[in-house]
């Protein structure tokens, strides 16, 4: 029997093999090339591609928390990919060591002329390397133990992912815009509050200026009556000091008639 032919049972599903990191990330990797086909297609955004480098391997996804990325990947979960792709691979797995590469999904490449299951890279510079990757018994046993065989219906399962992920940034985008608002807001009555003082303060400067304009004014009055109450005294006092000099003159005269008159008699 070919195989190398077969395809999965059920439209639209795919046998892939699960694993769980001792980091508890979930690994995804296809039984043979027509799954590592259905993966190239429906893998998330936040799903890194694990191969042995220049070798015939197996596809191994490691999915990452949403908004992780390459360089987030845990020292142990990139050992354990680079086992599993080593351990399936034909010719690696004979090797003492290979180099392991490793891509965000975004970054594969497919090509109308490329066989089944096979990729290139849209930027070299986003690919990483492992060098001297020899084989680990002990850690390979062990994630082993955590694989899971189910049928998964891959496109559906994306459309689910970014049905989510559409909702979630919506609700985001209308979380931060009520956020702009409420900011906004109180912004604009701070401003408010702000011109509301400067008037406020403008006000009482005025008033102390007109008060301090009509004291200066009251007092200014007040000075200018007096000064004409002394002018006043000044012009009548030059005027009745002559008469009364004159009515002096007057009385001593009356005085001395008298005496006069009175030797007479």
Known sequence: ??????RPSLPGHTMVFFFSTSDGLTVYMGRDKF????????????????????LSSAHVYLRLPLGKGIDDIPETALAECCQL?????????????????YTPWQNLKKV???DVGTVTFHKMSKCKYVK???????????????????????AKAKARRDEEERLRLKAEHKAAAKERARTEKEEREAAKREADDRAYKSLFKDHD???????????????????????????????????????GDDSDDEEAAAAALAGLM
């Open 1 to 6: 029997k070919n195989t190398s032919a077969r």
């Open 35 to 54: 799954e590592n086909e259905e993966l190239i297609k429906h893998m998330w955004p936040e799903d890194v591609w694990f191969h042995v480098d220049d």
């Open 85 to 101: 792709v080593k351990a399936n691979s034909i010719e690696g797995s004979k090797r003492s060591s290979v180099r392991i590469v």
């Open 112 to 114: 109308d002329r490329h």
């Open 132 to 154: 001297n990757v020899s084989k680990d018994r002990e850690m390979l046993r062990r994630i082993n133990k955590t694989k899971e065989e189910p049928t998964i219906d891959l």
């Open 209 to 247: 200026r007109g008060a301090a304009a009509a004291a200066a004014s009251s007092r200014g009055k007040r000075g200018g009556a007096a000064a004409a109450a002394a002018a006043d005294d000044d012009f009548f006092g030059d005027e009745d000091a002559p008469a009364a000099a004159a009515a």
